[in-house]
């Protein structure tokens, strides 16, 4: 939870551009009153999904554990194109913003970023 100010300004890049970020939370039981909490709160400017029935895992038993290649730019038929945190790596982060930009204005190529947060 707490790395989620990291993707603030990746989110205003994002935006810019006319992509949007997900971000698929999984949270420990002992974890989940608090951050229900903060996702009512504190008002994420991105998309903030609770999944604490870890469906998104175990309907994507390929992504593996290390939490590094948790963040993933898809394109707009679910096709995994970069992986890798944008936040913690800037080649990884150039990467994911030249794709966005190749996509152009064209709605139906618009990109997300998903960052899967446990």
């Not at 400017?45 to 593996?64: A, Y």
């Not at 150039?94 to 794709?99: A, N």
């Amino acid at each position: 939870m707490s790395r989620l100010i990291d993707y603030y300004e990746i989110n205003d890049s994002l935006q810019a551009l006319g992509a949007e970020l997900i971000v698929i939370l999984n949270p420990k039981p002992y974890q989940k009153n608090e951050i229900e909490h903060r996702i009512k709160y504190e008002r994420y400017p991105f998309w903030c999904v609770l999944d604490t029935t870890f469906s998104f895992q175990k309907n994507n038993p390929h992504i593996p554990d290390n939490p590094m290649l948790h963040s993933f730019l898809i394109d707009e038929y679910g096709k995994v194109l970069v992986v890798g945190d944008p936040t913690r790596n800037s080649k990884i982060q150039e990467m994911v913003f030249d794709i966005i930009k190749e996509s152009g204005t064209d709605p139906v190529k618009h990109r997300k970023l998903s960052r899967i947060l446990e």
